[in-house]
């Protein structure tokens, strides 16, 4: 993982300072503060791996700087020859997470750096073999080399199909970067854009229509961890104006307020639509994509790993607490399917293996799961040859898409939010087919 890291000295003594210089040079990049005043500065201004403070610092205390470091998401490790029980008891219940002697860094103090490379190392490792389950070498490369960025406070943008696993990746990127600070977590497409100002910047009591009472929006709770904002590219153009002003300006009003709200957090923004077709036909602000997108991942779809698939389904098999067997040529099966719904999709089918009344799933059985999936969501048209030469293909993938919504709604009732999941599609391309189509439910 991570081999270079961020590292701060505070400490009032120059040759202290060498001292400490010496033993962590090896580690990562270094800085260096002789009293509060600088550090506090530095601390407010950049983000540090690990801070180490000595008690004593002239007319100042350590222990004043220990409450800012853990509120910054930074590892806080005390250095000092001052060891009265009271004090060394304040430190830790103000955060830090060692308190060394003087006397025995020189030995001491490498193994605690190891240790906290080790727990990043630790978290990764977890991250790959029991939540994000892939073997594609070229997708565990990137992820290491977005997990060694500096992402405290800034803005990364995760892209990728339904089912990806986008939400995971985002979770790992906040326990990399802020570990106890808060992560909130916001599906833009499942609020209506009437709402979705008052969830992202909070309410007065009687701002609006059942507004009954003071509203803390995402913002303001995301500040000093995450904001993590899902489905981010079905925002209305004028909503997607309100967030870039408050990411340009790090404030915001709450609706029915005029008291600015300062907030700094790190942003993680993800979509499963194509955003850079939404920026190109103006659905999307190009100055909001690049302020969010100062880091952007793609994750690949299933379909262009196809050698997870097994990895996948061995995952899968250990988490049922019913056994099943699959049979070689059903792998085989399962590995030439496209998996629109990606690793959710798969997780489903495998949920169906076992409760299945037979326990040893063959090629029969993986047919007859998958392909009345597919079925179920894009209903066929009589004729589609004929209704292709004469109408062209758009036409039908267009009436497809209609007939798709219509049987969608009919199965769940007009239940808007399992319609999206069922037909795997975006909220902002559902809502399109409805008034395209002006199909009413």
């Known amino acids: 993982m991570k081999s270079k890291l961020s590292i701060l000295i505070i400490e009032d003594d120059k040759y202290a300072r060498l001292n400490l210089r010496e033993i962590l040079n090896p580690f990562g990049i270094l800085d260096e503060a002789a009293d509060l005043e600088t550090a506090s500065t530095k601390i407010r201004d950049n983000f540090y791996d690990i801070v180490l403070t000595d008690i004593e610092l002239g007319t100042g205390s350590g222990i004043d700087i220990i409450a800012a470091v853990k509120s910054k998401g930074s590892h806080c490790i005390v250095v000092s020859s001052y060891e009265h029980e009271d004090v060394i008891e304040k430190a830790y219940s103000l955060g830090a997470s060692h308190y060394l002697s003087k006397f025995k860094l020189r030995e001491q103090l490498p193994v605690y750096i190891h240790k906290f490379l080790q727990s990043k190392s630790a978290r990764f490792e977890k991250f790959l073999s029991e939540e994000f389950i892939t073997q594609d070498p070229e997708t565990i490369s990137d992820l290491r080399r977005l997990c060694e960025i500096n992402l405290k406070n800034q803005n990364l943008f995760i892209s990728g199909s339904t089912g990806t696993g986008k939400s995971l990746l985002g979770k790992l990127i906040h326990d990399m970067t802020h570990s106890e600070a808060p992560l909130v977590h916001l599906n833009c497409s499942e609020i209506s854009e009437t709402l979705l100002e008052s969830e992202l910047f909070g309410h007065e009591k009687g701002a609006f229509t059942g507004a009954e009472q003071k509203k803390e929006g995402k913002l303001k709770l995301a500040n000093g961890g995450t904001l993590f904002l899902d489905e981010v590219a079905t925002m209305s153009l004028s909503m997607q104006q309100k967030l870039l002003k408050a990411l340009d300006e790090k404030t915001f009003y709450p609706v029915g307020s005029s008291i600015a709200i300062k907030s700094e957090f790190t942003l993680i923004s993800a979509t499963c639509e194509g955003i850079l077709q939404k920026v190109q036909k103006k659905e999307f ?128 009732n007009g239940k808007i939010t399992a319609c999206i999941k069922e037909l795997k599609i975006s909220s902002s391309a559902f809502y399109r087919i409805l008034q395209e189509h002006k199909l009413n439910f």
């Not at 250990?318 to 629109?340: D, H």
């Not at 299945?356 to 597919?374: A, C, E, M």
């Open 285 to 412: 602000r190009e100055d909001l994509y690049f302020r969010l997108s100062g880091f952007h991942f793609h994750i690949k779809p299933l379909a262009e790993r196809p050698e997870d698939v097994d990895l996948l389904v061995k995952f899968f098999q250990k988490k049922s607490p019913r056994r099943f067997v699959i049979r070689p040529e059903a792998l085989v099966e399962m590995r030439k399917y496209t998996w629109p719904g990606n690793i959710r999709e798969l997780s489903k089918v495998c949920e169906r293996f076992s409760q299945s009344l037979t326990g040893i799933i063959d090629l029969g059985v993986v047919r007859k799961t998958i392909i009345p999936q597919i079925q179920s969501v894009l209903p066929q048209v009589e004729g589609w040859e004929e209704y292709v030469l004469n109408h062209g293909l758009r036409a039908y993938i267009t009436h497809l898409e209609k007939r798709a919504v219509e049987e969608s709604m009919k199965r769940n």
